[in-house]
C-alpha cells in the first residue's frame, strides 16, 4: 500500500525517525481539503509512541476534513541547513501516514492534552496543566492519529558525513 523509499541508502531507521518525532516541535498535517484539495496546515503536537496528538477548535476546516476522509499525513523537519556552494541542504524529515480519530471521551481527551501540556510545558506542575485545559475546556478538541506508516529521509550530505 505504502510506497518504498527509492533511495535506500538516505532512509532513516525506525528509531531515527522516531527520534526526529519526539525531538520535534512542530510538523505540517496534509488531509483532504474542501474540494478535494489539499489541506496542510503547520501544527504543534505530541508523539505518544506509535500515535501523533493533535488539538484543534472543535468547528473548522481541519475538522471537517478529518470528518470527511480520516487518511492524512503528518511531515516533520528534523533539521534543514542549506549548503549554498553545494545547491543543496543537509536535511532530515520525517512522514507519517496514517488515520485520524476525533477523540470524544472526556478521559481520552483530557489525557491527550495533559500529554500535549507536558510536551511544551513539561515545567509547569499538573495543577497547573490541568488549569489551563479546565480554561480551554469549552472550545477543546483532540485528534488521535494512528500511523500506518513511517519513513524518515536524509540528505547526501548527512549520510557522507555518517560514512
Keep these: 500500500m505504502f ?9 532513516l531507521s525506525r528509531e531515527e525517525a522516531e527520534k526526529i518525532l519526539r525531538e ?4 505540517v498535517l496534509a488531509v483532504e481539503g ?3 484539495y489539499p489541506y496542510a ?10 500515535k501523533l496528538l493533535f488539538h484543534c477548535a472543535r468547528s473548522g476546516h481541519k475538522l471537517d476534513a478529518v470528518k470527511r476522509n480520516p487518511k492524512a499525513s503528518f511531515c516533520v523537519i528534523g533539521q534543514d541547513r542549506v549548503i549554498p556552494d553545494e545547491y543543496t541542504t543537509a536535511y532530515r524529515s520525517v512522514i507519517a ?4 480519530r476525533i477523540l470524544t471521551e472526556d478521559q481520552e481527551i ?4 495533559e500529554r ?11 495543577e497547573r496543566r490541568d488549569q489551563e485545559i479546565n480554561k480551554e475546556w469549552s472550545r477543546l478538541c483532540m485528534l488521535e492519529m494512528n500511523v500506518e506508516h513511517l ?3 536524509e540528505g547526501l550530505s548527512l549520510l557522507k558525513e555518517r560514512e
Design 110 to 113: 483530557r489525557d491527550a492534552a
Design 151 to 153: 519513513t524518515g529521509k
Design 97 to 100: 501516514f496514517g488515520r485520524i
Design 3 to 11: 510506497r518504498e523509499m527509492r533511495r535506500k541508502r538516505q532512509e
Design 116 to 126: 500535549l501540556g507536558l510536551r511544551y510545558a513539561p515545567h509547569h506542575t499538573k
Design 24 to 27: 520535534g516541535t512542530s510538523g
Design 41 to 50: 496546515v503547520p501544527l504543534s503536537y505530541a508523539w505518544d509512541g506509535g
Design 34 to 36: 474542501d474540494g478535494g
